[in-house]
C-alpha cells in the first residue's frame, strides 16, 4: 500500500514551459517534504513545509502544503534542463520513525 | 569530509559472494536508514537504526544483514544475492524527533549494485 502517490508519473516539457507536480494521500502528515533525484545520485532535500496552507518558494520552484495537511503540490515557473530529475515527495507521521515517500515524478526539460 | 558518504559507489557481485556496503555520517545525526530503489519502483525503506537500535526491518530478505556500530557508520552486509537485489542502495540519516514526525533526511550518492 503507498501512502503518497505523485502525478505525473512522467513529464516531458519544453524548455520554459510551467509545470505543476502533485503529491496526494488519504493520511494526514505532521510534515512533507520534497526531494529532487539525478540519475546514479541520492536525493537532495528541496524543501519542507509543516503548516497546513504554506507556500513555500524556492527561487522558480513554489511548494504548497494542502490545508488538510494530505497533499502538497510543486510548481515550477519556465522550466530549465537543470531541472530534470526525478521529484519525491516524503511525509512524516507524528510518532513513525521513518518517512513515507512518493512513487515519484520523472521529468524532463527539453533544451 | 562532509553530509552522508557511501561506499563503494559501484558493486559487481557473484550469487555466492561476500560484499559489505559502508555509510559513514558527518552531520551529527542520531538515525540512519538503508533504502533500496529499483528501477520503475518507488524508494523501498529496508532498515532504520535509532541510537544504534534497529528500529524498524521492513520484511527484508536475511540475505541482507544490517549493523550499525555507533550513530555516525551503517554497513549492510550482503550474502547469497539474488539477481533481482540488483538495485541502487541509498543510506540516509537524520534527527530524530519524539514528537511531530518532523524528520529531514539527508541521503548519500548511493551503491550501485549489480548481482551476476
Known amino acids: 500500500t503507498q501512502l503518497l502517490e505523485q502525478s505525473p508519473q512522467f513529464l516531458s516539457i519544453q524548455e520554459g514551459e510551467n509545470l505543476t507536480v502533485y503529491c496526494n494521500s488519504s493520511s494526514v502528515f505532521s510534515s512533507l517534504q520534497w526531494y529532487r533525484q539525478e540519475p546514479g545520485e541520492g536525493p537532495v532535500l528541496l524543501v519542507t513545509v509543516v503548516t497546513g496552507g504554506e507556500v513555500k518558494k524556492l527561487k522558480r520552484l513554489t511548494f504548497q502544503f494542502g490545508d488538510a495537511r494530505k497533499d502538497s503540490s510543486l510548481h515550477i515557473t519556465a522550466a530549465q534542463p537543470g531541472d530534470t530529475g526525478l521529484y519525491l515527495c516524503a511525509g512524516g507521521i507524528t510518532g513513525a520513525n521513518n518517512l513515507f515517500f512518493g512513487t515519484g515524478t520523472r521529468l524532463t526539460v527539453i533544451p | 569530509e562532509t553530509g552522508v558518504t557511501q561506499t563503494p559507489r559501484h558493486l559487481v557481485m557473484g550469487m555466492t559472494n561476500k560484499k559489505s556496503l559502508k555509510c559513514e555520517q558527518h552531520?551529527?545525526?542520531?538515525?540512519m536508514y538503508w533504502y533500496k530503489q529499483s528501477a520503475k519502483k518507488p524508494l523501498e525503506l529496508m532498515f532504520v537504526y535509532n541510537f544504534k537500535e534497529q528500529t524498524e526491518n521492513n520484511s527484508v530478505p536475511s540475505r541482507f544483514s544490517p549493523e550499525c556500530p555507533n550513530s555516525s557508520h551503517l554497513f549492510l552486509h550482503l550474502h547469497t544475492l539474488q539477481p533481482e537485489d540488483s538495485a541502487l542502495y541509498l543510506c540516509?540519516?537524520?534527527?530524530?524527533?519524539?514528537?511531530?514526525?518532523?524528520?529531514?533526511?539527508?541521503f548519500g550518492p548511493g551503491t550501485r549494485l549489480t548481482v551476476t
Open positions: 552531520l551529527g545525526h542520531n538515525a
Open positions: 540516509a540519516s537524520s534527527h530524530t524527533h519524539e514528537a511531530g514526525g518532523y524528520y529531514e533526511q539527508y
